[in-house]
């Protein structure tokens, strides 16, 4: 099955899954890329304005994002789900339990590589920077651009036509 559209979740839907979405979308525009929260504390508003700052540095753009809280729903209208932690993993898994038909669930930090100076491959966490400075969002975002760019090089992702 080839993959074409992913939704990317973290907690609240302002920070680490909608950088992720903005950065997965620029650097592959054949993507329908979407994201949300396991929680809906922070439903309808912006994107944190550190997580704004650092993508609009870096030439993404993050503006038009408002955060909403994910929907069961979604698991089965999407073809992969990537989860920011393995809270979020956890989370998603057991919704997708009472979902016919939901999306493979795996780990935004699966992709970044043997390369990315953090955990081994495939037990990744994408940290929050939520409660920290303007420089671990930068730090965020060198993670999730690594990740994103594993992901599209990675073989589900080439099996696309």
């Known amino acids: ?3 074409s559209r992913i ?12 950088m ?10 054949g993507l329908v890329v979407d994201s949300a929260g396991t929680g809906g504390w922070h439903e309808g508003e912006r994107m944190d304005s550190r997580a704004l700052d650092a993508l609009a540095t870096r030439g993404y ?3 038009a994002h408002r955060a909403r809280q994910v929907a069961p729903r979604w698991l089965a209208q999407r073809d992969l789900v990537l989860a920011a932690d393995r809270g979020h993993l956890r989370a998603l898994q057991r919704l997708a339990t ?4 939901a999306a493979p ?13 953090l955990e081994a491959p495939g037990v990744l966490d994408v940290p929050d ?8 969002f930068a730090t965020c975002l060198d993670l999730i651009e690594r990740c994103c760019d594993g992901l599209i090089n990675a073989p589900i992702m080439n099996k696309r036509s």
Do not use: K, Q, T
Request: overall charge negative; proline content about 6%; glycine content about 16%.
């Open 1 to 3: 099955m080839a993959v």
């Open 98 to 101: 009472n979902v016919p038909g």
């Open 20 to 29: 992720a979405e903005a950065v997965l979308s620029a650097m592959d525009g």
């Open 7 to 18: 939704l990317i979740v973290c907690s609240g839907n302002i920070c680490r899954s909608p």
């Open 61 to 63: 753009d993050g503006s």
């Open 105 to 117: 669930i795996r780990l935004l930090g699966e992709f970044a590589g043997s390369n990315s100076g």
């Open 129 to 136: 920077p939520y409660y920290a400075g303007r420089d671990e």
